[in-house]
Nanobody
């Protein structure tokens, strides 16, 4: 049974940091590039960052390029999103996804507010 389980979300003040984790099971994790998406209320889901199978290539949305870092540990079957200097506009539900599959996690809420 395929599972992607996100964790690490929460409430943080502007300028703060969070690290999201996505633990995978039920499929061969190292065969897939992995992505983080987010969806804010009333908005479409958007791609935040992507990482290749062995972590050699990463891509990030322009809005987060200088603040977020995606990484992975294929032994732990986990992908991470380190988020620094968070802004209110980063408030959203964050999801991980195995690229070119229908494998999605349930999401973790990130709220950036005073």
């Amino acid at each position: 049974q395929v599972q992607l389980v996100e964790s690490g979300g929460g409430l943080v003040q502007p300028g703060g940091s969070l690290t999201l984790s996505c633990a995978a099971s039920g499929f061969t994790f190292s065969l897939y590039s992995m992505s983080w998406y987010r969806q804010a209320p009333g908005k479409e889901r958007e791609l935040v960052a992507r990482i290749s199978r062995f972590g050699g290539t990463t891509n990030r949305a322009d809005s987060v390029k200088d603040r977020f870092t995606i990484s992975r540990d294929n032994v732990k079957k986990t992908v991470y999103l380190q988020m620094n200097n968070l802004k209110p506009e980063d408030t959203a539900v964050y999801y991980c996804n195995a690229v070119q599959t229908t494998y999605w996690g349930q999401g973790t809420q990130v709220t950036v507010s005073e």
